[in-house]
């Protein structure tokens, strides 16, 4: 069954309805109205899942202007924290916001500075780096004190950065600071919208004009074209052999290798020819740990690997088998999961193991990495070349699970079964079902289900166990959303 596929053969409409075609689409609402769901709920389930990320709104400016008093006014309530007095908010902070029916996210940032140091420093680099993640940006400017030699600063910042600017004139409580705000037509980013982030007034058109900079869905950032070169990012802690692995695949000395922990800064994209196909392999700076304890080099080096891990379709995380696994590597195959990437474990340094290291790696895999069974693992050694012709193995099969794909038709068979065998327990008197479900989009797969009662998180986990045992998705994160069809009759 392959219904997404177009009559004229073109994949025009593949995302109209998430990973639906029209025709499944069709049966699937179908099947939606005849167990009591409202079908807009339903859509907009799909619709959720389907089109992956969200595009991303940063909200930026130098400090006290009111980012985070605009934040909790565009998101709709007090969330971010606000307090009179510069400084407050220092990392990033993301929120989901809706605005005319379209969702998006929206990312509060620290006030940013020019010429600072330390701490204030860090701030500035976490504000940049959420211009560059994001695809519009708001920038907020205090209209009663008017356009700053370092709004001018920021102005420059956003020039560089190529997104698309909302230029926001905060503290506007009535028509007499609108004057003020017209003033900052100067600043050469078009019309200042004026606004009162404390009493609301004039958001609402601000919002229009953010709707109409944000894409509908962000751009996909990783591969170069279709057919291109797959991207695969080489993420770990310092030391563990990235460049050293690189430098073995490519067959050449690309890029720099020392003893020293931390010699590469800036991800290094190589093109290498492996397995008789072209990789874009992306070398990147090693995660010490929480990027916010950092500072200098190796903050702005973890800022640039979690970008690189984004714009990735798969990570090899590679982890030092001659060591015992860290919290750290368990912090950065989270990292991993979390951005949606498909996933290769690489134990380097494989040939300087002795048996009794072997036997307990594999009792601290099991206890550590547990919840990570899926990945494909490799046993490799950088400076030998050991197995190294396993690893291109590995990435394909954990590219085919990332972009696995099952009908509505064969996982409603599936469900079907899964529930009459194992049924979810009974709590308080009621047994939840799942009734049905689709999987609305890959890379990575997700699934939304669709539930009589609330599905517990171990039922939950069991049902992702099944998906993996039943559909395979090796190497591939998945998804899983659910949703509790509403008491008949609740709805006026």
Request: hydrophobic share 40%; net charge negative.
């Amino acid at each position: 069954m392959n219904d997404q596929i177009q009559p004229d053969g073109s994949a025009e409409h593949e995302y109209e309805h998430g990973a639906l075609g029209d025709a499944e689409y069709a049966e699937f609402m179908e099947l939606a109205a005849e167990e009591g769901f409202d079908l807009e709920d339903v859509e907009g389930a799909i619709e959720e899942a389907g089109h992956g990320p969200l595009p991303v709104l940063a909200v930026v400016g130098r400090p006290n202007v009111g980012k985070s008093t605009l934040v909790n006014r565009i998101i709709g309530r007090r969330e971010a924290v606000v307090e009179d007095k510069p400084g407050v908010t220092r990392d990033r902070v993301t929120y989901e916001a809706e605005w005319a029916g379209r969702r998006f996210k929206v990312v509060d940032t620290g006030g940013w500075e020019q010429d600072v140091l330390g701490i204030d420093a860090s701030v500035a680099a976490q504000a940049e780096y959420a211009i560059e993640a994001a695809d519009a940006v708001v920038f907020v400017v205090d209209a009663k004190v008017g356009a700053t030699d370092t709004d001018e600063a920021v102005v420059r910042l956003l020039r560089k950065a190529g997104k698309p600017v909302v230029l926001a004139a905060n503290k506007v409580d009535g028509p007499s600071g609108e004057a003020d705000a017209a003033y900052l037509w100067n600043l050469g980013l078009g019309e200042p919208h004026p606004v009162s982030a404390l009493h609301g007034r004039g958001t609402g058109d601000m919002l229009d004009a953010v709707l109409e900079a944000l894409p509908e869905a962000p751009a996909q950032t990783f591969g170069t074209a279709i057919g291109g070169p797959r991207r695969i990012a080489l993420i770990g802690r310092p030391n563990v052999g990235k460049s050293s692995l690189l430098n073995k695949v490519a067959g050449e000395e690309r890029v720099v290798v020392n003893e020293l922990a931390g010699t590469t800064r800036d991800p290094v994209d190589e093109l290498i020819e492996l397995g008789g196909r072209t990789w874009k392999f992306v070398d990147t700076a090693g995660i010490r740990k929480r990027v916010h304890l950092q500072q200098g080099a190796d903050y702005y080096a973890s800022l640039r690997t979690a970008a690189a891990v984004e714009k990735a379709e798969v990570a090899v995380v590679l982890i030092d088998a001659s060591e015992s696994i860290s919290v750290q590597d368990q912090r950065i195959v989270t990292m991993a999961v979390e951005a949606g990437r498909a996933l290769v474990l690489a134990y380097n340094k494989w040939d300087t193991l002795d048996e009794e290291r072997r036997y307990y790696l594999e009792r601290e895999i099991e206890t550590e990495l547990g919840q990570v069974a899926w990945a494909p693992r490799v046993n490799v050694s950088a400076r030998t070349g050991r197995h190294m012709e396993k690893l291109v193995p590995a990435i394909e099969t954990a590219l085919e699970g990332w972009e696995t794909r099952v009908p509505t038709g064969r996982l409603n068979a599936f469900l079907g079964e899964l529930v009459s065998a194992h049924p979810h327990p009974v709590r308080g008197g009621k047994q939840p079902r799942i009734l049905f479900g689709t999987q609305a989009g890959t890379k990575p797969p997700r699934f939304v289900l669709f539930a009589s009662g609330f599905i517990e998180a171990g039922y939950r986990r069991f049902i992702e166990r099944r998906l993996r045992e039943e559909f395979g998705f090796e190497g591939a994160p998945i998804h899983l959303s659910v949703r509790v069809r509403e008491k008949r009759g609740k709805k006026k």
